[in-house]
């Protein structure tokens, strides 16, 4: 069964660090281009940052430039996003996700290019 199990998340005061995890399971995630996206109570989705199959390129919202990180270790199948000085006005539930197609060399952060899901982790920012 192919799925993208998230990892991390919490609660977490305003300037601090936290690190989600997204693996997969029944297929190598490094084929894949994967994005992050988050969702906060009353908002829309929003595509929060993506990384290429090859790990090449990424991209990230400006909202989140300079403090997020998005990065690869295919040898655990897993893409981590590093998230530094964490504002309140982060606060949603994060998912990971997988490309439709394989092999991309490069990445989107518009949620119909992906295919697969995580099943969310709730971040939550505040003192």
């Known amino acids: 069964q192919l799925q993208l199990v998230q990892s991390g998340g919490g609660l977490v005061q305003p300037g601090g660090s936290l690190r989600l995890s997204c693996t997969a399971y029944g297929f190598t995630l490094d084929y894949y281009a994967i994005g992050w996206f988050r969702q906060a109570p009353g908002k829309e989705r929003e595509g929060v940052s993506c990384?290429?199959?090859?790990?090449?390129?990424?991209d990230y919202a400006g909202s989140v430039k300079g403090r997020f990180t998005l990065f690869r270790d295919n040898a655990k199948n897993t893409v981590y996003l590093e998230m530094n000085s964490l504002k309140p006005e982060d606060t949603a539930v994060y998912y990971c996700?997988?490309?439709?197609?394989?092999?991309?060399?490069?990445?989107?952060?518009?949620?119909?290019?992906?295919?697969?899901w995580g099943q969310g982790t709730q971040v939550t920012v505040s003192s």
């Open positions: 990384i290429s199959s090859t790990g090449v390129k990424t």
């Open positions: 996700a997988s490309d439709v197609n394989p092999h991309s060399d490069s990445c989107s952060r518009d949620s119909r290019r992906y295919e697969s």
